[in-house]
């Protein structure tokens, strides 16, 4: 069973705007990781928050985390067309291995 | 570094035919992962290799499925014999980590398997 779920499943907003994506996980974790995945590529890492960490930013994305929830959220300010992909959260699930939830396409109109 | 080399890109073959997927991690890197994406079951991890020994394989779907690491820059999956519901999009990453803490995995650009 996946250990990340993501909300919503699919998101679509205008260029500029801001989009916010959720993710819930059910095992204690080292560190939750937000990747992105462009159509028909590899997967590429975006930003990573270990447990003990609340608030992370990385230019215009900024990822919060509540272990106590089991919940993090992945949000894209000034949103781009150039933004439009699938964007996965990925759990260690207390361990080595990484587990990916299903995912959020998002979709930036121009 | 050209990051992790997968191939080939694309593969298509016949049911019942042996296929084997190719992985060149980058450099220094000490643990290697093999995910299946498909539209149906998302992104699920096969296999992880720490150092060259497969530490989690419980997610390999059946014995059709093998994977080798020979040395830390080499690793290979096969299906024997291949079935239509293998077609999937086969990603290796690779990643430094440190303990058992799990850290930024790198993807390859993934093979595409179609079995007709």
């Known amino acids: 069973s996946q250990q990340g779920e993501e909300d919503p499943q699919a998101l679509s907003i205008q260029e500029g705007e801001n989009a916010t994506m959720n993710c819930s996980y059910k095992t204690s974790i080292n560190n939750l990781q937000w990747y992105r995945q462009n159509s028909g590529r590899g997967l590429v890492h975006l930003i990573l928050?270990?447990?003990?960490?609340r608030e992370k930013h990385s230019g215009r994305l900024r990822v919060t985390l509540d272990t106590s929830k089991k919940s993090s959220s992945l949000l894209i300010t000034a949103s781009r067309a150039a933004d439009t992909a699938s964007y996965f959260c990925?759990?260690?699930?207390?361990?080595?291995?990484?587990?990916f939830g299903a995912g959020t396409r998002l979709f930036v109109k121009a | 570094d050209a990051g992790v080399i997968q191939s080939p890109r694309h593969e298509v073959t016949e049911m019942g035919q042996e296929v084997t997927l190719r992985c060149k991690p980058i450099?220094?890197?000490?643990?290697l992962f093999w995910y299946r994406q498909t539209m149906m079951r998302g992104l699920e991890l096969l296999i992880y290799?720490?150092?060259?020994?497969?530490?989690?394989d419980s997610g390999m779907p059946e014995d059709r499925f093998s994977a080798k690491m020979p040395n830390a820059s080499f690793s290979t999956l096969k299906i024997q014999p291949s079935e239509p519901r293998d077609s999937a999009v086969y990603f290796c990453?690779?990643?430094?980590?440190?303990?058992?803490?799990?850290?930024?995995?790198?993807f390859g650009q993934g093979t595409r398997l179609t079995v007709v």
């Open positions: 990925a759990t260690d699930a207390g361990g080595f291995k990484t587990i």
């Open positions: 990453a690779s990643s430094l980590g440190f303990g058992t803490v799990a850290t930024e995995a790198f």
């Open positions: 928050i270990r447990s003990n960490e």
């Open positions: 290799f720490n150092n060259n020994v497969p530490i989690d």
């Open positions: 450099s220094g890197h000490n643990s």
